[in-house]
């Protein structure tokens, strides 16, 4: 069984542009949460999406943006970037929302961006 | 805001001592608790996890953790570690009514042969 896939693995972007990270959660699993690992930060939660719908939000500006499409695979946009936006930004999914292992969550390898 | 705690950034043991981290959370009500592990280079996956019952849970490896609640606390213990425990250990705490899973800022281990 796949595991859950980020893609890119390294991106490069500089202050001003838009960045794009996709996931794709293991099979069967309808929620996707996303993360970013920022140095010395631990994992701070950034959007949780389940069948589609935008189910929580962290307390990150409106600039961090995503989606989740109907195959249940995920992006996140981060537009206008900034220099403390470098980090890792793990991609994590689970079962159905409230379902049996639900909030157990998978996490892929991450998608590491650095913002020059 | 609700936070979790991990007071012990960087660990340093040698193979076969004992183990506890840290883990406070400030929720008052109920929750999910969880730790997840780092090994170098592999992916963040669950190491054990409480939801309810007998507040004290065992996971992968010997690791065991304790849910104390009037402490709000869930530390994890293992009584001998080894070279291979080397990682970096992540608590994490569910708050049932906002559905939201918050992590610590993690604790690096270091076992030395």
């Known amino acids: 069984e796949a595991g859950v896939t980020q893609s890119p693995t390294h991106l490069i972007k500089t202050r001003g542009q838009q960045a794009t990270l996709r996931c794709s959660p293991i099979s069967g699993h309808t929620s996707v949460y996303w993360y970013q690992q920022a140095l010395g930060l631990g994992l701070q939660f950034l959007l949780w999406?389940?069948?589609?719908?935008?189910?929580n939000r962290g307390n990150f500006p409106p600039r961090f943006s995503g989606r989740q499409f109907p195959n249940y695979s995920s992006e996140l946009n981060v537009n206008a970037l900034e220099l403390e936006d470098s980090a890792l930004y793990l991609c994590?999914?689970?079962?159905?929302?409230?379902?049996?292992?639900?909030?157990?969550?998978?996490f892929g390898a991450g998608s590491r961006l650095t913002v020059l | 805001a609700q936070s979790v705690s991990q007071h012990n950034h960087h660990v340093i043991l040698s193979e076969a001592a004992s183990l506890e981290l840290g883990c406070n959370y400030s929720y008052g009500g109920t929750v999910n608790l969880f730790w997840y592990v780092q090994y170098p280079g592999q992916h963040l996956q669950l190491l054990l996890k409480?939801?309810?019952?007998?507040?004290l849970v065992k996971g992968i490896k010997g690791f065991e953790a304790e849910f104390i609640k009037s402490k709000f606390s869930f530390n994890l213990r293992k009584p001998s570690v080894q070279w291979s425990d080397t990682a970096e250990y992540f608590c994490a705490v569910n708050q049932i009514d906002t559905d939201k899973l918050i992590f610590g800022t993690g604790t690096r281990l270091q076992v030395f042969p």
């Open positions: 994590a999914s689970s079962p159905v929302w409230g379902g049996v292992g639900a909030n157990v969550l998978t």
């Open positions: 999406y389940d069948e589609g719908e935008e189910r």
């Open positions: 409480y939801f309810s019952g007998d507040p």
